[in-house]
Antibody
Framework: EVQLVQSGAEVKKPGESLRISCKGSGYSFTSYWISWVRQMPGKGLEWMGRIDPSDSYTNYSPSFQGHVTISADKSISTAYLQWSSLKASDTAMYYC?????????WGQGTLVTVSS | QSALTQPASVSGSPGQSITISCTGTSSDVGSYNLVSWYQQHPGKAPKLMIYEVSKRPSGVSNRFSGSKSGNTASLTISGLQAEDEADYYCCSYAGSRVFGGGTKLTVL
């Protein structure tokens, strides 16, 4: 069974760093780009960027370039989304996903709450 | 890239059909047959309903159908049911992805 399993909810303070993860299983992890999507409370879906796990090449949405870092460790089939200094406005649900010829597959989401 | 344009809300009665539009540009929706639609119930992850404009993943009801004309894609739901009440998002995914702003479907 194809699965993307994300790490658990996080509560952080402004200025702290954070890395959340997305572990793939049931498919060839290096064959498909992994994307990250943000959903702020009560708002729509926003594409943040993507990574090719085979070589860690990345594309970012201009809206997120420089604010987050996407990485991957193909040896453990895991992609990451990282912040060096969180802001309250980073409070959101974050999803990872990938697409193949049969459609796409999403993780269950990771809720990140940033509050002082 | 700007977000794709969807109506903020649509509504219909049980058994009726509704259509949600998704307007992009010649650089995204108009260029590729790579448009997907997602259903999202409150507190849940998005669920893929349509991909490549008109294909349904296994397990999705055939009451859901997709089409495209020019720079506008559409999702049609026929035989509306109460459980169809949700938010719906379109997405163009040629390389990078761009989502629509979302449409709230109310089943009256």
């Amino acid at each position: 069974e194809v699965q993307l399993v994300q790490s658990g909810a996080e509560v952080k303070k402004p200025g702290e760093s954070l890395r959340i993860s997305c572990k793939g299983s049931g498919y060839s992890f290096t064959s498909y780009w992994i994307s990250w999507v943000r959903q702020m409370p009560g708002k729509g879906l926003e594409w943040m960027g993507r990574i090719d796990p085979s070589d860690s090449y990345t594309n970012y949405s201009p809206s997120f370039q420089g604010h987050v870092t996407i990485s991957a460790d193909k040896s453990i089939s895991t992609a990451y989304l990282q912040w060096s200094s969180l802001k309250a406005s980073d409070t959101a649900m974050y999803y990872c996903l990938f697409g193949d010829k049969n459609g796409d597959y999403w993780g269950q989401g990771t809720l990140v709450t940033v509050s002082s | 890239q700007s977000a794709l344009t969807q109506p903020a809300s649509v509504s219909g009665s049980p058994g009726q059909s509704i259509t949600i539009s998704c307007t992009g540009t010649s650089s995204d929706v108009g260029s590729y047959n790579l448009v997907s639609w997602y259903q999202q119930h409150p507190g849940k992850a998005p669920k893929l309903m349509i991909y490549e404009v008109s294909k349904r993943p296994s397990g999705v009801s055939n009451r859901f159908s997709g089409s495209k004309s020019g720079n506008t894609a559409s999702l049609t739901i026929s035989g509306l049911q109460a459980e169809d009440e949700a938010d719906y998002y379109c997405c163009s995914y040629a390389g990078s992805r761009v989502f629509g702003g979302g449409t709230k479907l109310t089943v009256l």
